[in-house]
């Protein structure tokens, strides 16, 4: 037996975007509706109804930076809700024949491609692409360091549900803060919708985002960024990045601030752990704490299709 | 040559020279002090006692408009040789003439550079009949590469006004210093480009909360800084004139306004980006830097259209709000002395492009005065003080008088204050319309421009 969602989505209350460039652009309201149509979409879906929120639509995936986890979830996504998708694989493609991105997306506009999700290794690639196309609709997985919508449409859904609620909540978010397009996007998400966030990480990697970012609190020591938190999301390490940032050798990070089981039983006992992958165990995380009870990774990876079928359903039509 | 722009039409250097009466209009000119309403003419290409004009003169009311000394660019960038496609001579001086500069000093960072006498001539040779005088900025090290001199005496005797490595600083303190002791001995100005390489790295626009949020690497207000105080340093040492080119933060105008309480001869110049545009324009905000309050919100949602537009990016980056109103009030106080347009123009596939890939640079010949009367009407700057910096100071600082007493060659500008027009590509005359501010409405028409007593620039005043 079947069941189907309205064809014509969800519209949800006062949803007005075009596009899905960051989670800046959503109100408190409209997050949450985001949240809870992805709740809805994994209950159906767990329950083997064929969904059609995408009918009709072709997809395609303009990933200009390797990726598996937020493509694939992204093809996935797309597919059950009944898209049609084009996975517009970087190599052999125009894209490497050194054509513009506007003129790539400008062709994927006319050729009939209705969602363009696009990964792109510079900030406010996006924001370009949608001055580009006419018909099409943009969502953003990942541009430059800026942000990453869904990872933290995604992370607030799993803390969400751990936590019993987001309102109050304290998140701390350890590590390369500055090179990340996962913690501004969370930064975002999380303070929108109530909850307080704590940044750690050597100085170079956190500086200014107190003064960028009103609300938000910059810890001195990974002691003072987890205690009284209810979570902790740990980022991944670029090892030659440490270097270069002048934050020193990463023994050094690991020795400040990287996470283990013993230091958040000291500091943080209750708090979960996330981190947004791939991690580099013994670096940021051990492989202990990543495999234990109290890590929310796997739940994020889960979380991934449907909260990305929530944020193509909002565009689609 | 001619070429028509809507209603206007463009004249050259080579037209034959202008005889006309002016009467209505204000007459604006500080180096005498004349500030009134009042009759001006030119007879034959130089400004008469209107008594004297024939009596056949064209006879224009002016009423509302205001007479200026012609304009003087220090810092434009006419693209050739080797960047045809973005602008060339005529066109780059064209949008001068429109813009009512009279004098336009082009930057050498082309390709090749304008590195030694034989392409100073040519340049001026290809300059000849432009719509507005070409002066001729020279290379400060052979090939901008960093590492020699050229022969200052030489550049100097085949026309080149001053010398510069705009685009980047003369890299080390030991050959600024020897490049100081040699402009100070041919004579010539050094313009510098104050930006310490390293500090500027792989940055694209001005550190601060935007960036930060924008997640695109900053760079810091002391990559300019620590090049401007190592200048001055080398100054007060060798006795060069160094003119410090589009500063933008408030430290460096600080380090010259102290240089300039200690006798040395410095100048310096400003942009009009850098006094109505703030980074603030980078994540999609318009508006102009007085028109914000100091409890701007800078947690507002970027908007679609408008953030990461690569027409806002631009070397030195746009300011923090605070530094671009610390040189509004340099420039109003004196110790800018100039408004110079860093004219940059740049075809579309080199802005429509992810903000960091967008090539730095926005053009400004056409809108320099309206954006510096925005900042008049909005109390920001006196209508005086614009003219000297558009004009006065910065002919001055290559060595050239303006003026409007009679006698002199005409070189004259006459505006509407008053009139409003929208930034249009439609009604700009250079070769490429990377700005942001198209779509804008500002005050501020040139009606009339002439230039050596040559008419290069009537909106309908004239014919």
Same mark, same amino acid.
């Given at each position: 037996? +079947?069941?189907?969602?309205?064809?014509?989505?969800?519209?949800?209350?006062?949803?007005?975007?075009?596009?899905?460039?960051?989670?800046?652009?959503?109100?408190?309201?409209?997050?949450?509706?985001?949240?809870?149509?992805? $709740?809805?979409?994994? =209950?159906?879906?767990?329950?083997?109804?064929?969904?059609?929120?995408?009918?009709?639509?072709?997809?395609?995936?303009?990933?200009?930076?390797?990726?598996?986890?937020?493509?694939?979830?992204?093809?996935?996504?797309?597919?059950?809700?009944?898209?049609?998708?084009?996975?517009?694989?970087?190599?052999?493609?125009?894209? =490497?024949?050194?054509?513009?991105?506007?003129?790539?997306?400008?062709?994927?506009?006319?050729?009939?491609? +209705?969602?363009?999700?696009?990964?792109?290794?510079?900030?406010?690639?996006?924001?370009?692409?949608?001055?580009?196309?006419?018909?099409?609709?943009?969502?953003?997985?990942?541009?430059?360091?800026?942000?990453?919508? =869904?990872?933290?449409?995604?992370?607030?859904?799993?803390?969400?549900?751990?936590?019993?609620?987001?309102?109050?909540?304290?998140?701390?978010?350890?590590?390369?803060?500055?090179?990340?397009? $996962?913690?501004?996007?969370?930064?975002?998400?999380? +303070?929108?919708?109530?909850?307080?966030?704590?940044?750690?990480?050597?100085?170079?990697?956190?500086?200014?985002?107190?003064?960028?970012?009103?609300?938000?609190?910059?810890?001195? +020591?990974?002691?003072?960024?987890?205690?009284?938190?209810?979570?902790?999301? =740990?980022?991944? $390490?670029?090892?030659?990045?440490?270097?270069?940032?002048?934050?020193?050798?990463?023994?050094?990070?690991?020795?400040?601030?990287?996470?283990?089981?013993?230091?958040?039983?000291?500091?943080?006992?209750?708090?979960?752990?996330?981190?947004?992958?791939?991690?580099?165990?013994?670096?940021?995380?051990?492989?202990?704490?990543?495999?234990?009870?109290?890590?929310?990774?796997?739940?994020?990876?889960?979380?991934?299709?449907?909260?990305?079928?929530?944020?193509?359903?909002?565009?689609?039509? | 040559?001619?070429?028509?722009?809507?209603?206007?039409?463009?004249?050259?250097?080579?037209?034959?020279?202008?005889?006309?009466?002016?009467?209505?209009?204000?007459?604006?000119?500080?180096?005498?002090?004349?500030?009134?309403?009042?009759?001006?003419?030119?007879?034959?290409?130089?400004?008469?006692?209107?008594?004297?004009?024939?009596?056949?003169?064209?006879?224009?009311?002016?009423?509302?408009?205001?007479?200026?000394?012609?304009?003087?660019?220090?810092?434009? !960038?006419?693209?050739?040789?080797?960047?045809?496609?973005?602008?060339?001579?005529?066109?780059?001086?064209?949008?001068?003439?429109?813009?009512?500069?009279?004098?336009?000093?082009?930057?050498?960072?082309?390709?090749?550079?304008?590195?030694?006498?034989?392409?100073?001539?040519?340049?001026?040779?290809?300059?000849?009949?432009?719509?507005?005088?070409?002066?001729?900025?020279?290379?400060?090290?052979?090939?901008?590469?960093?590492?020699?001199?050229?022969?200052?005496?030489?550049?100097?005797?085949?026309?080149?006004?001053?010398?510069?490595?705009?685009?980047?600083?003369?890299?080390?303190?030991?050959?600024?210093?020897?490049?100081?002791?040699?402009?100070?001995?041919?004579?010539?100005?050094?313009?510098?480009?104050?930006?310490?390489?390293?500090?500027?790295?792989?940055?694209?626009?001005?550190?601060?909360?935007?960036?930060?949020?924008?997640?695109?690497?900053?760079?810091?207000?002391?990559?300019?800084?620590?090049?401007?105080?190592?200048?001055?340093?080398?100054?007060?040492?060798?006795?060069?004139?160094?003119?410090?080119?589009?500063?933008?933060?408030?430290?460096?105008?600080?380090?010259?306004?102290?240089?300039?309480?200690?006798?040395?001869?410095?100048?310096?110049?400003?942009?009009?980006?850098?006094?109505?545009?703030?980074?603030?324009?980078?994540?999609?905000?318009?508006?102009?830097?007085?028109?914000?309050? #100091?409890?701007?919100?800078?947690?507002?949602?970027?908007?679609?259209?408008?953030?990461?537009?690569?027409?806002?990016?631009?070397?030195?980056?746009?300011?923090?709000?605070? #530094?671009?109103?610390?040189?509004?009030?340099?420039?109003?106080?004196?110790?800018?002395?100039?408004?110079?347009?860093? !004219?940059?123009?740049?075809?579309?596939?080199?802005?429509?492009?992810?903000?960091?890939?967008?090539?730095?640079?926005?053009?400004?010949?056409?809108?320099?005065?309206?954006?510096g009367l925005a900042a008049v009407d909005a109390g920001r700057l006196s209508l005086r003080r614009l003219?000297?910096?558009?004009?006065?100071?910065?002919?001055?600082?290559?060595?050239?008088? @303006?003026?409007?007493?009679?006698? @002199?060659?005409?070189?004259?500008?006459?505006?509407?204050p008053?009139?409003?027009?929208?930034?249009?590509?439609?009604?700009?005359?250079?070769?490429? !319309?990377?700005?942001?501010?198209?779509?804008?409405?500002?005050p501020g028409?040139? @009606?009339?421009?002439?230039?050596?007593?040559?008419?290069?620039?009537? #909106?309908?005043?004239?014919?």
């Amino acid at each position: 037996m +079947t069941a189907s969602l309205p064809v014509a989505a969800p519209p949800a209350r006062g949803w007005r975007h075009r596009h899905l460039l960051d989670v800046d652009q959503l109100s408190r309201d409209e997050l949450v509706g985001i949240l809870e149509l992805a $709740v809805e979409m994994r =209950t159906r879906r767990a329950a083997g109804e064929r969904l059609h929120a995408l009918a009709g639509e072709a997809v395609g995936l303009a990933f200009y930076e390797p990726s598996t986890r937020t493509r694939v979830s992204f093809e996935l996504a797309a597919r059950v809700l009944g898209a049609d998708t084009v996975d517009l694989s970087v190599a052999g493609s125009s894209v =490497t024949k050194g054509e513009s991105l506007a003129d790539t997306l400008r062709t994927l506009d006319r050729t009939g491609i +209705t969602i363009i999700v696009l990964r792109h290794a510079a900030a406010g690639a996006p924001y370009e692409a949608c001055r580009a196309v006419e018909a099409a609709r943009i969502v953003n997985a990942g541009d430059g360091r800026h942000a990453h919508p =869904t990872q933290a449409l995604l992370d607030a859904l799993t803390l969400r549900e751990a936590l019993g609620g987001l309102e109050g909540r304290r998140l701390a978010i350890v590590g390369d803060v500055a090179h990340s397009r $996962v913690a501004r996007s969370n930064i975002t998400c999380l +303070t929108r919708l109530g909850a307080e966030v704590v940044l750690g990480g050597p100085a170079a990697w956190v500086r200014g985002f107190d003064a960028a970012y009103p609300g938000v609190r910059v810890a001195a +020591t990974l002691a003072d960024a987890l205690r009284g938190a209810d979570a902790v999301m =740990t980022l991944r $390490v670029q090892l030659e990045r440490a270097a270069a940032a002048g934050i020193g050798p990463v023994d050094a990070y690991v020795r400040d601030w990287s996470l283990t089981s013993e230091r958040l039983d000291r500091w943080a006992p209750a708090a979960w752990v996330l981190h947004p992958g791939p991690t580099n165990e013994g670096v940021e995380i051990s492989a202990e704490l990543a495999a234990s009870a109290r890590s929310l990774i796997g739940r994020q990876v889960e979380n991934g299709v449907p909260v990305r079928m929530a944020a193509l359903a909002r565009l689609a039509g | 040559m001619t070429l028509a722009l809507r209603s206007g039409r463009f004249g050259a250097l080579s037209d034959a020279p202008a005889t006309f009466v002016l009467d209505g209009a204000l007459v604006m000119d500080p180096p005498s002090g004349t500030a009134d309403v009042r009759e001006i003419a030119v007879v034959g290409g130089r400004i008469a006692e209107p008594a004297l004009a024939p009596a056949d003169a064209p006879r224009i009311q002016a009423d509302g408009l205001v007479v200026a000394p012609g304009f003087c660019d220090l810092h434009a !960038h006419l693209r050739e040789p080797g960047g045809e496609d973005a602008e060339t001579v005529a066109g780059g001086s064209r949008a001068a003439a429109h813009g009512g500069f009279t004098t336009v000093c082009a930057m050498p960072n082309t390709d090749p550079p304008i590195d030694d006498p034989a392409s100073v001539t040519w340049l001026l040779a290809r300059a000849s009949d432009a719509s507005c005088r070409v002066r001729v900025v020279a290379a400060a090290t052979a090939g901008r590469a960093g590492v020699e001199l050229p022969d200052y005496a030489a550049l100097a005797a085949a026309g080149a006004v001053a010398v510069s490595d705009d685009g980047a600083s003369i890299p080390t303190g030991r050959l600024a210093s020897r490049a100081m002791v040699a402009v100070a001995a041919a004579g010539l100005p050094l313009i510098e480009h104050a930006e310490d390489a390293s500090l500027a790295a792989g940055t694209a626009m001005r550190a601060g909360p935007v960036a930060t949020r924008l997640g695109l690497a900053g760079w810091p207000a002391s990559a300019e800084a620590v090049v401007v105080e190592r200048d001055i340093a080398l100054a007060a040492e060798t006795g060069a004139r160094v003119h410090f080119t589009h500063l933008s933060t408030s430290g460096s105008v600080e380090a010259v306004r102290r240089g300039k309480a200690a006798g040395l001869p410095i100048t310096c110049d400003v942009t009009p980006h850098h006094l109505a545009l703030t980074d603030a324009w980078v994540a999609g905000d318009r508006r102009f830097s007085w028109e914000t309050g #100091d409890d701007d919100d800078v947690a507002r949602p970027l908007e679609d259209g408008l953030a990461y537009d690569g027409r806002c990016r631009v070397n030195p980056p746009l300011p923090s709000r605070e #530094d671009a109103l610390a040189l509004l009030g340099a420039l109003a106080d004196g110790t800018v002395d100039a408004i110079a347009t860093d !004219h940059a123009p740049h075809p579309p596939q080199r802005k429509a492009v992810p903000f960091e890939e967008a090539s730095p640079g926005m053009i400004g010949l056409e809108t320099a005065l309206s954006v510096g009367l925005a900042a008049v009407d909005a109390g920001r700057l006196s209508l005086r003080r614009l003219i000297e910096a558009l004009s006065i100071s910065p002919a001055r600082v290559i060595g050239e008088e @303006r003026s409007l007493v009679a006698g @002199r060659p005409a070189d004259l500008v006459v505006f509407d204050p008053a009139s409003r027009w929208t930034v249009d590509p439609r009604r700009l005359a250079g070769g490429s !319309h990377n700005t942001p501010l198209l779509g804008r409405e500002l005050p501020g028409l040139v @009606r009339l421009t002439v230039a050596a007593g040559r008419v290069t620039w009537d #909106d309908g005043l004239l014919a």
